[in-house]
């Protein structure tokens, strides 16, 4: 491991978070609150890394009060497959309204400029303001910010808690170790480097570093989340395809593409099979020129796709395709073992799009609130567990003896000289987690095939990561880590045999009440799952009818 | 993807190279940074939104490279628009634009 052995730098900290999103930024803060020294290192910058600093979403910023907090955990309690916990919903709720209208607070911003029952909703501010905000209040509270420092190598001591992380700064050109008494990973989901808005930092590291460090991974056969945007763009912004109509290649207007008024993925999915669609947004509303300029103001990253190609969304016709936006916006990720976000593996704690979000999301999308409601709670639950743990450890944990696990694609083998081409694996891969036939709609051959496929790709980035420049080392790392989180994908979607949440199974067409459980997958060179109980029984529905919403 | 660094209006500040979340942009001595791994460009438009001069054009297209002209960019109020549309740049604020969408509302309704 040539490069990462040259001097560097290196820091001990109490509790080091690895991220640089919402979820990482929060849980940042939250250690600090609580007396910690913290660093935190991004792949990126902290305040433009992640899907949320180049989209939006707003979080659900609501009172305890009953009768305004059920509709948000059964809004998609069904639709998740009742895995969803409203025990956790509690919680993330209630740490939500105590601190997301800090954001509006720190950045000196008025009241937002919704109301839902006569109560702000909190989501005016678009992702890279409100990044921009948080970026400042972490620098604030005298957290260490390492931008363009990717994580590659979780540490462990003796015992196996995980200890602190190595990577390489990038843009300095020299190796990072952190030593520290706990580890927060809020470094994102897994979207293939589809280019879906903000997502190709997203890469699933966080997931193999977890597992290396010995974690295991929970939901991620609910990883096949794709979101519609202009064909050739990047913007998966999905709320306003509640005005779309669509039309085939004839012009033909498409119908059944949007359910109880919100667009249904999968029979996008299936016309996109057949041939080319198109979108106008004209329904709803959307054809009254206030209404377009109110919507033009509210999603200016959607808009501004539409300005540079030089079309109007309100009344020509534009071409979309389906991108996959994997578990960033899907459920997947390591699991949480216990109710302070922390995982399987002592010292090592898991927050926002790193995690699973089955605990408030069930096997559904919580696009457009839920999940910036789970990136909230879980930030501020993990950053307080970590400095916690970081007290109870005391002197002790910087004096401990560590080492690093990273394994494949970081440690040249000794047996051999060849190395395999990280842009040919990346290929390789989304040649099997892209296409909408073997990942929507999935069945027994389609997932054991792709398996096949992509185990051949373990095989080969068993050879030696190419390391010769910064690049080349994160990308060699990060080629390891899709092919590990697609491997897990389609594992955990063949164990479970029926259709829930996302996961579809056209084998399997029907929900098996028998399968209410949680998979917990894992495993590198061999895979393996387990059925986790859900601890809450079902909930039953409250009288009204439960609202269907795919955003 | 990103296509343009305006050589005329770039002060090589390297805020792009600093934000660009997948580190597409290298620093160059005295001059404006360089667009050293266009193909590594997720199309975020993020540069564009902290780019203090607006001299900077990321395309639409994700995926492949399109040709693009700088005076026609200008002509057509591209360059800079995102910053704009944001209430990022100079004598504007993303509070005058929530004041917008909060009028609009009162008039058309909140959208969804």
Same mark, same amino acid.
């Given at each position: 491991m040539n490069k990462l052995n040259e001097p560097g730098l290196e820091i001990n900290a109490d509790v080091l978070v690895i991220g640089g999103g919402p979820a990482a930024s929060w849980a940042a803060l939250a250690a600090a609150e609580r007396g910690a020294k913290v660093v935190i290192a991004d792949k990126g910058y902290l305040g433009a890394s992640g899907a949320f600093a180049a989209s939006?979403?707003?979080?659900?910023?609501?009172?305890?009060?009953?009768?305004?907090?059920?509709?948000?955990?059964?809004?998609?309690?069904? =639709?998740?497959?009742?895995?969803?916990?409203?025990?956790?919903?509690?919680?993330?709720?209630?740490?939500?309204?105590?601190?997301?209208?800090?954001?509006?607070?720190?950045?000196?911003?008025?009241?937002?400029?919704?109301?839902?029952?006569?109560?702000?909703?909190?989501?005016? =501010?678009?992702?890279?303001?409100?990044?921009?905000?948080?970026?400042?209040?972490?620098?604030?509270?005298?957290?260490?910010?390492?931008?363009?420092?990717? #994580?590659?190598?979780?540490?462990?001591?003796?015992?196996?808690?995980?200890?602190?992380?190595?990577?390489?700064?990038?843009?300095?050109?020299?190796?990072?170790?952190?030593?520290?008494?706990?580890? $927060?990973?809020?470094?994102?989901?897994?979207?293939?480097?589809?280019? #879906?808005?903000?997502?190709?930092?997203?890469?699933?590291?966080?997931?193999?570093? #977890?597992?290396?460090?010995?974690?295991?991974?929970s939901s991620m056969e609910f990883s096949a989340h794709y979101v519609p945007a202009p064909k050739h763009s990047s913007v998966t912004k999905s709320a306003y395809y509640r005005f779309a109509s669509f039309y085939d290649e004839s012009g033909k207007v498409?119908?059944?593409?949007?359910?109880?008024?919100?667009?249904?993925?999968?029979?996008?999915?299936?016309?996109?099979?057949?041939?080319?669609?198109?979108?106008?947004?004209?329904? /709803?509303?959307?054809?009254?020129?206030?209404?377009?300029?109110?919507?033009?103001?509210?999603?200016?990253?959607?808009?501004?796709?539409?300005?540079?190609?030089? $079309?109007?969304?309100?009344?020509?016709?534009?071409?979309?395709?389906? =991108?996959?936006?994997?578990?960033?916006?899907?459920?997947?990720?390591?699991?949480?073992? /216990?109710?302070?976000?922390?995982?399987?593996?002592?010292?090592?704690?898991?927050?926002?799009?790193?995690?699973?979000?089955?605990?408030?999301?069930?096997?559904?999308?919580?696009?457009?609130?839920?999940?910036?409601?789970?990136?909230?709670?879980?930030? /501020?639950?993990a950053g307080w567990a970590a400095a916690d743990h970081a007290r109870s450890l005391g002197q002790k944990a910087t004096e401990r003896n560590v080492r690093g696990v990273g394994r494949t694609g970081l440690v040249s083998s000794t047996e051999t000289d060849a190395t395999y081409d990280a842009n040919a694996v990346v290929k390789g891969v989304q040649e099997e987690i892209f296409p909408l036939d073997k990942n929507i709609f999935r069945t027994e051959k389609g997932l054991l095939d792709s398996l096949a496929k992509l185990n051949q790709l373990w095989s080969e980035v068993q050879k030696n990561p190419v390391q010769g420049t910064a690049q080349e080392l994160q990308r060699s790392r990060e080629a390891v880590g899709l092919v590990a989180a697609a491997r897990w994908a389609y594992f955990a979607g063949l164990e479970r045999k029926e259709t829930r949440g996302m996961h579809k199974r056209l084998d399997y067409p029907q929900l098996d009440p028998n399968q209410r459980h949680y998979l917990a997958v894992g495993g590198l060179d061999k895979l393996w799952t387990r059925p986790v109980p859900v601890p809450e029984a079902v909930v039953p529905q409250p009288a009204k009818e439960e609202v269907a919403v795919h955003a | 993807m990103i296509e343009l660094i305006s050589q005329s209006r770039c002060i090589n500040c390297d805020i792009c190279v600093e934000v660009c979340p997948t580190n597409v942009f290298d620093p160059v001595p005295g001059e404006a940074p360089v667009i050293a791994r266009q193909s590594d460009c997720q199309t975020c438009f993020l540069c564009e939104a902290y780019c203090p001069v607006d001299a900077m054009f990321v395309a639409a297209e994700a995926h492949e490279h399109v040709e693009v002209n700088e005076e026609d960019l200008i002509a057509k109020g591209l360059l800079g628009a995102y910053r704009r549309n944001l209430g990022w740049n100079k004598g504007n604020s993303p509070e005058i634009r929530m004041n917008e969408m909060r009028e609009l509302q009162r008039k058309v309704g909140a959208p969804f």
């Open positions: 939006t979403s707003g979080a659900k910023v609501i009172p305890p009060i009953k009768e305004l907090r059920d509709p948000v955990k059964f809004e998609r309690y069904a =639709l998740g497959g009742h895995l969803a916990q409203h025990s956790w919903w509690d919680r993330l709720l209630d740490v939500t309204f105590e601190k997301a209208p800090k954001i509006y607070e720190w950045g000196g911003y008025e009241t937002p400029p919704y109301n839902t029952n006569g109560r702000p909703a909190y989501r005016g =501010l678009q992702g890279c303001e409100t990044m921009r905000i948080m970026r400042k209040q972490v620098k604030k509270a005298g957290v260490q910010i390492l931008d363009h420092s990717p #994580a590659l190598e979780l540490l462990v001591d003796d015992e196996g808690a995980v200890s602190g992380a190595r990577g390489f700064q990038r843009q300095e050109n020299r190796p990072w170790t952190v030593k520290a008494a706990a580890v $927060v990973m809020a470094s994102g989901g897994c979207a293939w480097l589809s280019k #879906a808005l903000g997502c190709n930092t997203n890469t699933g590291d966080g997931l193999l570093m #977890a597992v290396e460090a010995g974690g295991e991974l498409l119908d059944g593409l949007t359910k109880n008024g919100h667009r249904s993925t999968s029979a996008i999915a299936k016309e996109l099979l057949k041939g080319k669609v198109y979108v106008t947004l004209n329904q /709803n509303g959307a054809d009254n020129p206030d209404m377009q300029k109110l919507l033009r103001l509210q999603q200016p990253n959607f808009m501004n796709a539409f300005d540079k190609i030089g $079309v109007d969304p309100f009344t020509e016709k534009w071409e979309i395709t389906l =991108l996959l936006e994997g578990t960033v916006r899907g459920v997947g990720g390591i699991r949480i073992a /216990n109710k302070d976000c922390g995982t399987t593996v002592p010292g090592l704690f898991a927050a926002g799009d790193a995690a699973t979000r089955e605990l408030n999301c069930g096997g559904f999308t919580g696009g457009a609130g839920p999940n910036m409601t789970w990136a909230i709670g879980s930030g /501020n639950i | -």
